[in-house]
Nanobody, 122 residues
């Protein structure tokens, strides 16, 4: 059993920053691709960013490109969010794929965290 646990969510003003972390626990597991998704009330879960172990290649949704940075270090996956906007408000989920992929589909991610709330006030 693999568990993903997110931390770092909270309330921030527009223009501010937050840093989310995701740690994996359970059986020995190294995912070739880790991702962050988010889901706002009444909306579908959407891709935010992903990073592959190979060459640490990173991919971003257009809506966050240039503002968010995903990284991996010592088994933790981090999402640094800068210049935040009210439309970034959502529950953010960490996800792990068994594929080496740049996929933005939730279908390609096998393990999911419980989510952490991020609220950006205007």
């Amino acid at each position: 059993q693999v568990q993903l646990v997110e931390s770092g969510g909270g309330l921030v003003q527009a223009g501010g920053s937050l840093r989310l972390s995701c740690a994996a626990s359970g059986r020995a597991f190294t995912s070739p691709t880790m991702g962050w998704f988010r889901q706002a009330p009444g909306k579908e879960r959407e891709f935010v960013a992903a990073i592959r172990m190979i060459r640490s290649s990173a991919y971003y949704a257009d809506s966050v490109k240039g503002r968010f940075t995903i990284s991996r270090d010592n088994g933790k996956t981090t999402l640094q969010m800068n210049s935040m906007k009210p439309e970034d408000t959502a529950v953010y989920y960490c996800a792990a794929s068994q594929l080496v992929t740049s996929s933005r589909s939730t279908d390609d991610y096998l393990y999911w965290g419980q989510g952490t709330q991020v609220t950006v006030s205007s």
